[in-house]
Each structure stands twice: as structure tokens, then as C-alpha cells.
Nanobody, 121 residues
Framework: QVQLVESGGGLVQAGESLRLSCAASGSNIPAYTMGWYHQAPGKQRELVASIAPNSVTEYADSVKGRFSISRNNAKNTVYLQMNSLKPEDTAVYYC???????????????WGQGTQVTVSS
């Protein structure tokens, strides 16, 4: 069983930065693909970024060049550095962990509680 706890959200103005953290506990954390989804009120949850066990990363087109995902296996923690924030980035950001094969996840996908990011114009 894996537990995930997010932190680092808050209220910022457009153009500013935030860094989100996701601390994982459980067994074999380095073997999981981990990343972040976000969800705005009334909208569907959407993939933002992911990082594989070999540190290969993927990003949504809307955040490429602005966001950077990284992981520290010694701390079992994943980070999302968010720069040049825009009002459309406003959402609850959820950390996840799962076993990925190609574009699909197999077995249980674990989710954190979420952290609110609000960007004012």
C-alpha cells in the first residue's frame, strides 16, 4: 500500500512561481511512475506531468517550457516546479503513483489528497 501527501499549493499572481511536493510512503516507491494531475471546478481531471522510474519525463502541451517535474528517490518525494503561472493553471493538483506499461497503468493507482493552486490575473 502506498500513501501520498501533497504540499506547496497557494495563491499567487500571474507570472509567479510555486513548487509542489509529493511525499510517498510504502514499499518499492522507486519502481512507480509518479506525477501530477490537476482538476478545476466542474472540469475533468487532466494529466500535467509524469516521471518514470528511469527519470524520463512527459508534460502536457499547455505546461511545456514552464513546469518541471523531478524526483528524489532517497526521500521518496516528487516535485513539480511551476514557473510563469497563468490563471488557467488554477486547479487542485493531485499527486499519483502507479505501474505504467506504455500509456496504460496496471493494478492500483494511488492518489494524494490534493493541494489547491490559485493564480490571479
Amino acid at each position: 500500500q502506498v500513501q501520498l501527501v501533497e504540499s506547496g499549493g497557494g495563491l499567487v499572481q500571474a507570472g509567479e512561481s510555486l513548487r509542489l511536493s509529493c511525499a510517498a510512503s510504502g514499499s518499492n516507491i522507486p519502481a512507480y511512475t509518479m506525477g501530477w494531475y490537476h482538476q478545476a471546478p466542474g472540469k475533468q481531471r487532466e494529466l500535467v506531468a509524469s516521471i518514470a522510474p528511469n527519470s524520463v519525463t512527459e508534460y502536457a502541451d499547455s505546461v511545456k517550457g514552464r513546469f518541471s517535474i523531478s524526483r528524489n528517490n532517497a526521500k521518496n518525494t516528487v516535485y513539480l516546479q511551476m514557473n510563469s503561472l497563468k490563471p488557467e493553471d488554477t486547479a487542485v493538483y493531485y499527486c499519483y503513483a502507479g505501474i505504467r506499461r506504455g500509456t496504460l497503468y496496471w493494478g492500483t493507482v494511488y492518489w494524494g489528497q490534493g493541494t489547491q493552486v490559485t493564480v490571479s490575473s
